[in-house]
């Protein structure tokens, strides 16, 4: 485990992809298949769309809150929501409970998540108001939700080494990155979480995505940057970002070249939101490295 101060930021190109403002963006996701890019406002119960050939925006209002997405297969998705667990069906956008997940917790709400190189699902859960503790780190594994780690405040930067041997997730609250190892054929822990990374400085650790050679690119909340930690928890890169609460990475297009960033307004004042004009909007960024294809996940047994 390190603690280190941040390198010296690096200038990258960034693409204004969506000028519409979130209230609070979140869990972007990419369909390398259709080239289309998802994310959500999660306050606003909203799901985007944006095909990165067209330049076009779909708003999809959805019923419930959902915080995260992941491929099923071409016509279905897995969403991560308030409600639980729910399959969309891409072509309609009707909603199927899948799996219920702490249905009787009436305070606490989906969080960050992405999928395991196996297939399986790692998601999280928090308070509505981050109480402390109230949240849990699940996995969704061969049609059976498992809880991984509980009592974590604000999950996030869940993400994984390419070879599957690697989980990382983040508690922002507690500004400490965790790193565990796990069964690369389930995805699944073999170990208890170790520190990884203590974060030091403005804003929190917040949603996360590993590129080829295995660097975390974790958005900093708060900080208006992506940093990049090495598997050995050392902080080696900065990347500024155009709005202060920066909330989540994912690489995307045809070669994995570009990183989609969302950001928030959520508990900004007026003032706040003045000073930070790009608030809310969403951002393509070129930062001199490349990711890969999200997995899909799988339903059933691996």
């Known amino acids: 485990m390190t603690t280190i101060s941040a ?9 204004l992809i969506c000028p519409e403002r979130c209230h609070l963006g979140e869990g972007p996701a990419y369909d390398a298949a259709r ?3 998802w994310w959500f406002d999660i306050v606003e119960k909203r799901l985007y769309e944006a095909p990165l050939g067209t330049g076009a925006i779909t708003v999809h209002a959805l019923p419930v809150m959902a915080s995260a997405l992941a491929m099923v ?18 072509a309609s956008g ?15 709400r989906s969080n960050d998540a992405r999928v395991h190189p196996s297939g399986t699902f790692w998601f999280s859960t928090m308070g509505r108001n981050a109480e402390t503790g109230a949240g849990t780190v699940y996995a969704f594994h061969a049609g059976a939700v498992i809880p991984l780690f509980p009592a974590v405040t604000i999950p996030n930067a869940i993400c994984f080494s390419p070879d599957g041997t690697i989980g990382y997730f983040a508690d922002t609250a507690m500004g400490e990155l965790y790193r565990v190892r796990l069964d690369p054929g389930s995805g699944l822990p073999l170990e208890a979480p170790t520190l990884l990374h203590r ?6 650790l917040d949603g996360a995505v590993t590129d080829a050679e295995g660097l975390i690119w974790c958005a900093i909340w708060g900080g208006a940057r992506l940093n990049a930690y090495s598997p050995a928890g050392d902080l080696v890169r900065s990347v500024p970002t155009p709005a202060h609460q920066t909330s989540c990475p994912v690489f995307v297009g045809a070669h994995f070249d570009r990183v989609l960033v969302t950001s928030a307004w959520q ?13 809310g909007r969403t951002f393509l960024l070129d930062i001199g490295a490349k990711g890969r294809a999200e997995p899909r996940v799988r339903l059933g047994a691996l």
């Open 7 to 15: 390198p010296a930021p690096e200038a990258a190109p960034i693409t």
């Open 35 to 37: 080239d289309t890019a």
């Open 73 to 90: 297969d071409a016509e279905r998705q897995l969403l991560a929501t308030e409600a639980g667990l729910m399959l969309r069906d891409v």
């Open 94 to 108: 009707r909603l199927e409970t899948l799996a219920a997940v702490e249905a009787d917790k009436a305070g606490t």
């Open 199 to 204: 974060h030091a400085g403005a804003g929190g």
């Open 267 to 279: 508990h900004m004042d007026a003032d706040a939101r003045a000073a930070d004009p790009e608030h």
